[in-house]
């Protein structure tokens, strides 16, 4: 197997192999914001990816959503956010909203 830091080209190297796959993409953010719009990561059934939607704080709720998506082969919209009351719980810790598009890629 091929690895690649890069979401886009592992993407097409797991399609490659025969994996199945998704991809999460910002797709819009507002306030402050870890990860820009059009940033990417890849993620298979199994669980594994490459690249970053938040800096680490939702990557673990994006595989779960990405993974239920490979399943039921439907693209899925999500939304993260976080007031300041709860700045210090799981979340977006700096403030902000962020959306991601999860869908799943076939070849």
Same mark, same amino acid.
């Given at each position: 197997?091929?690895?690649?830091?890069d +979401?886009?080209? *592992?993407?097409?190297?797991?399609?490659?192999? =025969?994996?199945?796959?998704?991809?999460?993409?910002?797709?819009?953010?507002w306030?402050?914001? +870890?990860? +820009?719009?059009g940033?990417?990561m890849?993620?298979?059934? *199994? =669980?594994?990816?490459?690249g970053?939607?938040? =800096?680490?704080c939702? &990557?673990?709720a994006?595989?779960?959503a990405?993974?239920d998506?490979?399943?039921a082969?439907? +693209?899925?919209?999500?939304?993260?956010?976080?007031?300041?009351?709860?700045?210090w &719980?799981? =979340?977006?810790a700096?403030?902000?909203?962020? *959306?991601?598009?999860?869908?799943?890629?076939s070849s």
């Amino acid at each position: 197997m091929t690895t690649s830091s890069d +979401p886009l080209t *592992q993407l097409e190297h797991w399609i490659a192999d =025969g994996r199945h796959v998704a991809l999460a993409t910002v797709v819009a953010t507002w306030g402050s914001s +870890p990860r +820009p719009v059009g940033s990417h990561m890849a993620i298979t059934d *199994q =669980g594994d990816f490459v690249g970053s939607v938040s =800096g680490g704080c939702i &990557e673990g709720a994006v595989v779960d959503a990405a993974r239920d998506a490979i399943s039921a082969a439907s +693209p899925r919209l999500l939304e993260f956010g976080v007031s300041n009351e709860m700045a210090w &719980e799981v =979340g977006l810790a700096c403030g902000g909203r962020v *959306q991601v598009w999860v869908e799943p890629v076939s070849s």
